[in-house]
């Protein structure tokens, strides 16, 4: 079965830093991924996903991921962060052809005003 | 569109009551899942239902059991609760694959 590692715990940064979350999965096959945000309080909500295509994907509020697929690799970019931005971020890995998703351990990210 | 409700909000258990948390969802989804939430270690599948009719279990199944009642609703049971199962669950729908759409959770605690 596929796995998904998240390499940082808790992150923090000060508003307009840049931000940078790996994700790294374990699995040979055709994958869909996913990084989804959970606000304090809230449940998940998507991010952006990648299926195929251009490996650089955007998504809401200025987010962007890239696929490199010779690295397992999915991480997450903002150039400038917002104190609004705090949350816990997931990545997460479908393998196609599969039915269930695999959740990274998650990173909290903490924006300083 | 209410998207994926689930009932209760909260709850407070002993050790050894049963509970069922009701899911249900509106976006005509084949797919439903119940996930755990426990700190550091982001969400573990509990059960999926890939469609009406099915259901199979997922990384961490023991001590709980599942009905899909029909396309809309999957209920998760809790038949004799345990300290270790306390933990924020959130039920989901989707189509195969894709993007799944999480309900607002249920935190349970079991004294």
């Known amino acids: 079965a596929q796995s998904v590692s998240q390499h940082n715990h808790h992150v923090i940064l000060s508003e307009a830093a840049s931000l940078e979350l790996g994700c790294n999965y374990s699995?040979?096959?055709?994958?869909?991924l996913f990084w989804y945000v959970q606000y304090p309080g809230q449940h998940l909500q998507l991010l952006l996903k990648y299926f195929s295509g251009d490996p650089l994907v955007k998504g809401i509020k200025g987010f962007e991921a890239e696929f490199i697929k010779s690295k397992f690799s999915f991480n997450l970019r903002k150039p400038s962060v917002q104190w609004s931005d705090t949350a816990e971020y997931f990545c997460a890995v479908n393998a196609i052809g599969e039915n269930d998703m695999r959740f990274g351990a998650g990173t909290r990210l903490t924006v300083k005003p | 569109n209410a998207g994926v409700t689930q009932t209760p909000k909260f709850q407070v258990l002993k050790t050894g009551q049963s509970m069922t948390l009701q899911c249900a969802q509106d976006m005509n989804h084949n797919s439903m899942y119940w996930y755990r939430q426990d700190p550091g270690m982001g969400l573990r599948l509990i059960y999926y239902s890939a469609s009406e009719g099915t259901t199979d279990k997922g990384e961490v199944p023991n001590g709980y059991n599942v009905s899909r009642l029909n396309k809309r609703e999957f209920s998760l049971r809790l038949e004799s609760a345990a300290p270790s199962q306390t933990s924020v669950y959130f039920c989901?729908?989707?189509?195969?694959?894709?993007?799944?759409?999480f309900g607002p959770g249920t935190r349970l605690t079991v004294l």
């Open positions: 989901a729908s989707s189509e195969r694959g894709d993007t799944q759409y």
């Open positions: 699995y040979g096959g055709t994958v869909n």
